[in-house]
């Protein structure tokens, strides 16, 4: 980088780019070639042997996507970045870059449906135990780390019932009980435009890009960000050997497209979803709206203290009649769709117990405070006015 850029949107555009591309291209060209040609044999043995830089393979690395992986790096405030093919790519490499035989991992109960059946039914298989408990509760956290754990594994915002963690009260929790357990952030509901869980002790990043990074609903993506030499592990063992989920040098493209709007797109998804919690707080047919902007949620304080410029987009709420109530408000809306995903510009909603977290036993959702009847709304980036007005009318024909 030529100048010193320190403000949030001029690192979304500019930090990483690449300095002295062939054509003087302003955007980053998609270098679409899953392998790169050595001069000589010697050449290519010192590139497999990191003796000299330069392009060996996709897997391992591409010029397109190096530019986003720096990218995103400086945006988290990270040494370095891995990008992958989808947020479950980057989770099961990091995850499987962190545990081993014999270690143990605590993990919050609500997590994304899937992130949730890796720990609970995945990685057990290979000989590491997770306990699941409430992270925003530190002594039930104090209780459950033991010897062997290598990994406390969070979501804040979690999805789909948006529990709030104190990142940096968890970092002391656990670094003083043994410094070498790696505390895991997933931070694709605040996205670093709102937290960046790295400045506030955790120890790594991980994010589904498919949802705010890129913003658009056409990449499935995912990153992984951290300190140098653990992102070198992610990138040499996750992601080459253990997953081989590469993000391909087009989606990188997309993403970079996307990034150049995150945080322009996230102020307007804060706003909007500020005064959709409020309206949807003050309607007699709603039963319960968990969304940390509004002063009533058990995790207000703490995310006005670790969020910066808003409280996201997603709002999760319990229309009043249960399930069946839900299920039947879902069916009547008209503007906003019925689809899975998060992040992107069309307002999207969806019931997590029968779709995106059916991965829970009943139990299992009792257990994380996941209800029967929560339907979770991605607040899109649509006039405020118009998704209320959809709102409105689906709430009294219920
Ligand atoms: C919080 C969170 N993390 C991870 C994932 C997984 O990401 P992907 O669908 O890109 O694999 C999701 C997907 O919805 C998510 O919501």
């Known amino acids: 980088m ?36 050595f001069d000589s044999c010697e050449t290519g043995g010192r590139r497999f042997a990191g003796e000299e830089n330069g392009f060996i393979y996709t897997r391992l690395g ?20 891995v990008a992958f093919g989808s947020g479950m790519g980057a989770i099961t490499a990091c995850l499987w870059s962190i545990a081993a035989l014999g270690k143990h991992i605590v993990a919050d109960e609500a997590l994304y449906g899937c992130t949730f059946a890796f720990l609970n039914h995945g990685i057990t298989r290979y000989g590491v135990s997770v306990t699941f408990v409430d992270t925003s ?27 709030i963690e104190d990142i940096e009260e968890l970092s002391k929790l656990v670094h003083s009980y043994n410094k070498d357990i790696m505390f895991v952030v997933d931070n694709t509901f605040a996205t670093p435009c709102l937290t960046r869980p790295l400045d506030l002790g955790a120890d790594v990043v991980v994010h589904s890009a498919t949802k705010y990074l890129n913003g658009h609903g056409d990449v499935i993506a995912g990153f992984v960000c951290g300190r140098q030499d653990f992102i070198n592990e992610v990138r040499m063992f996750g992601l080459k050997d253990m997953t081989g989920a590469v993000l391909d ?5 997309l993403i970079l497209r996307g990034l150049k709007t995150l945080e322009l797109r ?27 902007g509004l002063k009533s949620h058990p995790g207000h304080e703490i995310a006005a203290k670790q969020m910066h410029g808003g409280f996201g987009g997603i709002i999760s709420f319990e229309v009043r009649g249960g ?51 929560l339907v979770r709304l991605s607040v899109g980036l649509e006039n405020a006015v118009d998704i209320i007005d959809d709102l409105d009318q689906a709430l009294r024909r219920v």
């Open 323 to 373: 399930k069946e109530a839900g299920m039947r408000f879902v069916n009547e809306l008209k503007l906003i769709t019925i689809a899975v995903s998060l992040g992107d510009a069309e307002t999207l909603i969806e019931h997590p117990a029968s779709m995106t977290h059916s991965t829970y036993s009943p139990e299992e959702l009792n257990a994380a405070g996941i209800s029967e009847g």
């Open 137 to 163: 509760d530190l002594q039930a956290v104090r209780q459950a780390l033991r010897p062997n754990t290598c990994c406390l594994y969070i979501e804040t915002p979690a999805n789909p019932n948006l529990k």
């Open 2 to 37: 030529k100048t010193k850029i320190k403000g949030f949107g001029t690192l979304a555009i500019h930090a990483g780019n690449l300095e002295n591309e062939t054509f003087g291209a302003l955007a980053t060209p998609i270098y679409q070639s899953s392998t790169f040609y």
């Open 249 to 253: 040098p087009f989606a990188a493209f």
């Open 62 to 81: 591409n010029p397109t996507t190096s530019v986003l992986e720096r990218k995103v790096a400086a945006l988290e405030n990270a040494d370095d970045a």
């Open 266 to 292: 996230v102020q307007r998804h804060c706003e909007n979803a500020m005064q959709i919690a409020e309206f949807l707080d003050g309607h007699r047919k709603v039963a319960k709206v968990y969304f940390p």
